[in-house]
């Protein structure tokens, strides 16, 4: 349905004033009137890219504004952390600019697919952040990695690995299913990807979280930090890359990269931010689908229930859990040209930024959207994979892994007691948990 047409930016009157750009201290700030800020502010004071929204789990109540009343919406320059950017929430309208790449680009030289640019004095070129043509070579040098045959031959490795990681966690006590189980299994799986050392595993992990993590959170790395830790990187995995060139060429990610024409001759820094992404894209995603999992069944014991009486539901639960989470919120594109989306004027280069996590709770394509349903007739019908040429590469395994996890679960435990809130993760981009506690019966 299309929007009604409301002024752009420009001829609108500044009606409201910038609200300050703060993050309150979180225990300053409770849950509770953050839920009630967000149902009564005025649309253009909030800015949803504020992390605190994320890390209190509080944004949708925002969306579901947005969606009814103003579904393409401009949020205006807030601070030095993003000069203004639309927001697209409903369904129809994100696919209209994902699979339109000829007039909204993922280029990194205009910003990238992130809310906030990608540093423009460091640059790293990767193919999600390319358009074509280069994009479409680059993303066929990896595929193979990712096809058919290749994912038939890991099934027995990850059934392995994950019944291995379920055996060994402690019955009746309290532990970190993020650290115990998500991020070990992701990480393991990484280090196969990459033929990278499995003793070494974490430092994948790290790396993802450095290269995703937000400079003005107290504690993270900043900028020049995160660029050293970045570079370190590099030099460990060009190590590798010279020893695989030298050697007829492997599976694995860093010998394809090294022996594809299309990519073999990748100056450092692409070659850096193509491991960024594979690094990422293997990563937090399939690491918090799996602890989102698990914290949608202990809210819904009706849908746990279910799944144990008829286990055929693992595959519909692995995507219902897939776009319940919706583990990465956003992509972001940048106008190429002005154009009309619903209903509003884009400029050329505006920030256009779809909201992945509120299509996937659209009630004009989603039936009953906020409610976690196993056994939705079309489960797969989520936006969580993105659409059009960038669309996710690893859907295909990071689906495999989650249902040969579901799968070990059940047949191991009766159930999964989470013992507090998880602790998210603050990001508008990654949508994640650092840490949530659960016990299994002893
Ligand atoms: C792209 C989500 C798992 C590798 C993407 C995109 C999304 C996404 C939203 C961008 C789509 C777009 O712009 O239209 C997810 C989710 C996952 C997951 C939710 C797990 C539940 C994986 C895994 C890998 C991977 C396991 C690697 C092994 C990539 C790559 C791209 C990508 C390389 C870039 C594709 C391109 O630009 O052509 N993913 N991903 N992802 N993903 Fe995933």
């Not at 991020?183 to 974490?202: N, V, W, Y």
Request: hydrophobic content about 40%; charged content about 25%; overall charge negative.
């Amino acid at each position: 349905m299309a929007s009604k047409h409301t002024l752009s930016r420009e001829e609108q009157p500044q009606r409201w004033p910038l609200p300050p750009r703060r993050r309150p201290d979180l225990a300053d700030f409770s849950r509770a009137s953050l839920i009630a800020y967000l149902q009564t502010a005025p649309l253009d004071e909030v800015d949803i890219s504020d992390p605190m929204y994320w890390e209190t789990d509080t944004n949708s109540i925002y969306f579901k504004r947005l969606r009814d009343e103003a579904p393409v919406h401009f949020t205006t320059h807030n601070s030095d952390r993003h000069r203004g950017f639309w927001s697209v929430t409903r369904w129809a309208d994100i696919m209209a600019v994902d699979t339109n790449h000829n007039v909204y680009s993922s280029d990194a030289h205009l910003g990238g697919i992130t809310l906030f640019d990608m540093d423009q004095d460091f640059i790293m070129p990767m193919f999600i952040a390319m358009d074509p043509p280069k994009h479409d070579v680059q993303r066929k040098a990896v595929n193979p990695i990712v096809s058919g045959p290749n994912l038939a031959s890991f099934e027995g490795l990850i059934r392995e690995r994950t019944r291995e990681v379920l055996d060994g966690l402690p019955r009746g006590e309290a532990f970190d299913w993020v650290d115990r189980v998500s991020i070990e299994l992701t990480s393991r799986m990484l280090a196969t990807l990459f033929d990278f050392p499995q003793e070494h595993r974490r430092k994948l992990t790290y790396w993802s979280d450095v290269s995703t993590s937000d400079a003005e959170i107290p504690g993270n790395p900043q900028k020049e930090e995160r660029q050293a830790i970045l570079m370190g990187m590099l030099q460990e995995f060009t190590l590798l890359w010279n020893q695989r060139v030298n050697e007829p060429p492997k599976g694995d990610l860093v010998s394809m990269l090294a022996h594809n024409p299309a990519t073999r001759d990748m100056p450092p820094m692409e070659f850096m931010g193509n491991l960024v992404l594979l690094i990422v894209g293997g990563n937090d995603t399939t690491r918090n689908s799996t602890t989102g999992g698990v914290y949608e069944f202990s809210k819904n014991p009706g849908e746990w229930a279910k799944l144990r009486a008829n286990p055929a539901l693992v595959e519909s639960a692995v995507s219902e859990i897939i776009r319940y989470q919706t583990p990465l919120a956003h992509m972001r594109r940048t106008a190429l040209e002005d154009t009309i989306l619903g209903g509003q004027r884009i400029r050329k280069g505006d920030k256009v930024v779809m909201w992945y996590s509120s299509g996937n709770r659209d009630e004009r394509a989603i039936e009953n959207p906020d409610a976690f349903i196993i056994d939705r007739p079309r489960a797969r019908q989520h936006m969580s994979f993105g659409f059009g040429i960038h669309r996710c590469v690893g859907n295909r395994l990071a689906e495999l892994q989650l249902k040969i996890l579901w799968e070990e679960i059940l047949a191991r435990f009766e159930s999964i007691e989470v013992l507090e809130e998880p602790e998210r993760v603050p990001s508008a981009f990654v949508k994640g948990y650092k840490s949530m506690m659960v016990r299994l019966p002893a």
